[in-house]
């Protein structure tokens, strides 16, 4: 049994957070919530802050959880209440390669992107891929910031996604 029961998963787009939490929701049998399906509405409509938050507050009150996403607006909310935090911080140029792969597959119906908010497509414009490539340099940092005002809180880094499987693996 794993001591961890409510887990934070962070990166970039297309660094595997979805697919390493759906791992993790099986392995562990906690249910995982991907807090882009939630937190946008049709056709990538941000939600309002508060709902966010509001939101957030509802989903941390449970004793066993994965929250799949970044959005520092709601992030200490998060933090207050987790045991663990897994940071993929892959290779921008792994995950620009991930996202145009995942666009074709999604394109030709080979997956299905049930982590987005209904009426959301699977997108690869030019600021989401600048976002992504940027990613390390500009808005990983901001995350640590955040995470190390919680000492008590497990961080997990890894460069590669096959060592963040091989530590889930050995949970």
């Known amino acids: 049994m794993s001591k961890y029961k409510r887990i934070l998963i962070i990166g970039s787009a297309g660094s595997g957070k979805t697919y390493l939490s759906n791992i993790l929701s099986k392995k562990l049998d906690i249910d995982v919530t991907h807090l882009d399906k939630i937190y946008w509405l049709p056709n990538w409509e941000k939600q309002p802050v508060t709902f966010c938050e509001d939101l957030t507050k509802e989903?941390?009150?449970?004793?066993?959880?994965?929250?799949?996403?970044?959005?520092?607006?709601?992030?200490d909310i998060r933090l207050e209440k987790a045991d663990l935090v897994i940071f993929l911080k892959v290779n921008r140029f792994?995950?620009?390669?991930?996202?145009?792969?995942?666009?074709?597959?999604?394109k030709k119906h080979l997956i299905n992107r049930d982590d987005l908010a209904d009426g959301c497509v699977d997108k690869l414009d030019f600021c989401f891929l600048k976002w992504a490539f940027t990613f390390n340099n500009d808005y990983a940092p901001k995350l640590l910031e955040v995470i190390n005002k919680y000492p008590d809180v497990d961080l997990k880094v890894f460069n590669k996604r096959e060592d963040a499987l091989e530590f889930i693996e050995n949970l």
């Open 59 to 75: 989903l941390v009150v449970s004793n066993e959880w994965i929250l799949d996403g970044n959005y520092i607006q709601t992030l």
């Open 94 to 106: 792994k995950c620009i390669a991930s996202l145009f792969k995942r666009r074709r597959l999604t």
